[in-house]
């Protein structure tokens, strides 16, 4: 139990006023003159002892004026709420019927936006599976059992394995897949314009480490690359308009001539074993320009001889997807998440319940027929 206003508390001492009114009303006496005592010899009066009368109606009193001030420092109840039945989620496009089976007693949703019954139609939805997951888990309160059934190979991962605030029973189901969509391929060079011989032979040795393909070569023209490749300007010029054009539309530009210098803002995106920058880049309108910090060629950039050069290259010019898919079993969620906070439980009803009896009970109690004939 825990006060939200423990302020509120001052008002118990309110309890005094029935006290002091108790005792004042048993001095209340008028003095009576009784003419054959006037002579007689004044004596000490004996002490006389504090004595409550009406001791139930003051009790009531008190506990009137207590449950008041505990009213006005506004109790609640802090806790877990008791354990419930198991909750059961079906990822949306497996056969939910078949795995509830004869099970008609348990609690059986989609794992969907508002995780709707297993009866109902689930939403479509975009949000992936372990989202809802974490989102379900802060809404069940805490102690729930909870089963997921999940297709294996699991979709929608959003970069994180998934951590919970409970231990689950992970229940991977089995699913055909075809081919993996959208597989990850090695971008085509566009080269543009006319450079140093040096940097057009590392240059195709990268795209030949790439795809085992020459680089596509423009020549001295100013054709801009396709959706989907990297252009690589050779000269030490400005890029034709069609080309700034392309990088601004959110193509990404690959200058290998030695850096200008410019008040631009650059940013390395790659170093050597040194720690020494490699390659730099910036960000022009939606595209990206990156430039070598020195003359492609050996001799320069001694980085360019080393084996593991094409693929970190790569990793810079175009990052590797989120995965899409992944083993279901291997992606069973973690423990140790903070379960979600359960909302204290206002007393407020209730004593306001006791306090109308106790109420009652004090009129019943001031009225009684016992009082109204007492002289």
Request: hydrophobic content about 50%; overall charge positive.
């Given at each position: ?54 001791w139930p109606l003051l009790l009531v009193r008190l506990l009137l004026l207590a449950a008041l001030a505990l ?305």
């Amino acid at each position: 139990m825990a006060l939200l206003f423990p302020l509120g508390l001052l008002a118990l001492t309110a309890l005094l006023l029935p006290l002091l009114i108790h005792l004042a009303r048993r001095q209340q006496h008028a003095p009576l003159d009784f003419a054959a005592l006037r002579w007689l010899q004044a004596r000490m009066r004996p002490r006389s002892r504090v004595r409550v009368d009406e001791w139930p109606l003051l009790l009531v009193r008190l506990l009137l004026l207590a449950a008041l001030a505990l009213l006005l420092a506004r109790p609640v109840l802090q806790g877990t709420r008791g354990t419930m039945a198991a909750v059961t989620v079906v990822a949306p496009g497996l056969d939910g019927a078949a795995l509830r089976g004869k099970d008609t007693e348990g609690d059986w949703r989609w794992l969907a936006p508002g995780f709707p019954a297993l009866q109902q139609r689930p939403a479509a939805t975009a949000q992936p599976l372990a989202s809802l997951l974490r989102e379900l888990d802060q809404a069940l309160p805490t102690g729930t059992p909870l089963v997921v059934f999940v297709p294996d190979p699991l979709p929608g991962l959003d970069g994180e394995r998934i951590r919970l605030s409970r231990n689950v029973q992970w229940r991977p189901v089995p699913m055909p897949v075809g081919p993996l969509a959208g597989a990850l391929r090695a971008p085509r060079l566009h080269l543009g314009g006319s450079g140093d011989p040096a940097a057009r032979h590392v240059l195709d040795a990268v795209q030949r480490a790439w795809t085992n393909q020459a680089p596509t070569d423009a020549g001295t023209g100013g054709t801009a690359p396709d959706d989907g490749q990297i252009g690589v300007w050779l000269a030490n010029t400005p890029l034709p308009p069609s080309w700034q054009s392309w990088l601004a539309g959110g193509g990404t530009v690959l200058r290998v001539t030695a850096p200008i210098k410019d008040d631009a803002a650059w940013v390395a995106a790659l170093r050597d074993a040194q720690g020494a920058t490699v390659l730099e880049q910036r960000a022009e309108g939606r595209g990206r320009l990156l430039r070598f910090s020195a003359a492609l060629s050996a001799a320069a950039l001694p980085i360019v001889t080393e084996d593991t050069f094409p693929r970190r290259l790569l990793q810079v010019l175009q990052p590797l997807p989120a995965p899409a898919l992944a083993d279901a079993t291997d992606q069973a969620p973690l423990g140790g998440a903070a379960p979600a906070a359960v909302e204290p439980r206002e007393l407020a009803p209730w004593l306001l319940l006791v306090i109308v009896l106790l109420f009652a009970l004090e009129r019943w109690l001031a009225t009684s027929a016992r009082r109204r004939t007492q002289p």
